[in-house]
């Protein structure tokens, strides 16, 4: 297997990956490939930590990250930065290659001297890499809630502790699923079924701490 960096050969497959591996799992259908599409192009996309494992020739796993701030309660602003889609091909799931990307990306993103990584996910998923819930930080979102979902993993040791936060992710993840649902026209058609992930995703996110 070959992790490298993605290049502009690859967008369409890393696309098509990526409808596959989350497809009917957070919801009916799914909108992360468009989101990949429209993310390379978005100021807050950071190229640098863009990879994709290669095995054959073909793209079997992928991790994006974007520029996201902590904003404390004075008002200090802390740029730390947030990964996603994530994903991994579904033959290939549970072999280590997504733990592999993000132990990667991980330690360059520790060596740019980002004190942060924050992301919204299942915390089955990310808890074993570290990641805690954002109340354990202090890091809510933008509304001052806690959802279960919310993960955060410190690089930078004794960086949290002392102030309140909250996390501003990037603009790029409010698009318009009208224009996600347009895209997928482009691919070959799938069957939309309910799955019982789509509800612990539900949960995650509704799902709020205090």
Known sequence: ??????????????????????????????????????????KDFIKELDYVVELNGNIIASIMYTDSFLISDDQEKVQIVSFGPLCVHPDYQRKGIGTALIEKTKSLVKNMGIP????????????????????????????GEYPLGLLV??????????????????????????????FDKRFPKKEKKYKYSQELFKMNIRAFLK
């Open 1 to 42: 297997m070959d992790t490298r960096l993605e290049t502009i050969d690859d967008y369409s497959q890393v696309e098509e990956l990526t409808r596959e591996a989350f497809w009917n799992l957070y919801t009916l259908g799914c909108d992360e490939h468009y989101l990949c599409h429209i993310l390379r192009e978005h």
């Open 116 to 143: 942060a990584i924050c992301i919204y996910g299942d915390p089955h998923n990310y808890c074993k890499h570290g990641f805690k819930n954002g109340i354990d930080y202090q890091v809510s979102n933008m509304n």
């Open 153 to 182: 993993l410190e690089l930078q040791p004794e960086f949290f502790g002392n102030k309140k936060w909250k996390i501003k992710q990037s603009d790029v993840f409010d698009f318009d699923h009208k224009k996600a649902i347009e």
